[in-house]
């Protein structure tokens, strides 16, 4: 099972494929918008590998702010 190399959010899913068979894909995570190319190096496909500075933890994304702000009508 894929985990998302930022927030370890197991909602993950393809958002396309290359025209050629098996070439590439574009995985999206569907908790924090994190989305990577399947043929990138592992400091951008693997939780492990992936910068300790640049992770997110549920508990951040539940608290960040939409910025900017929607608009009241």
Known sequence: MSI??????IKIKC???????NTWKVMI???????WRNTES???TSRDK???GFTLTLEQ?????????IAKK
């Open 4 to 9: 998302c190399p930022r927030c370890e959010s």
């Open 29 to 35: 995570c569907e908790t924090c918008c994190y989305s």
């Open 61 to 69: 994304i539940s608290t960040m702010i939409v910025s900017p702000p």
């Open 15 to 21: 958002m396309v494929k290359a025209p050629k068979k």
């Open 42 to 44: 592992p400091a951008q």
């Open 50 to 52: 992936y910068p300790q």
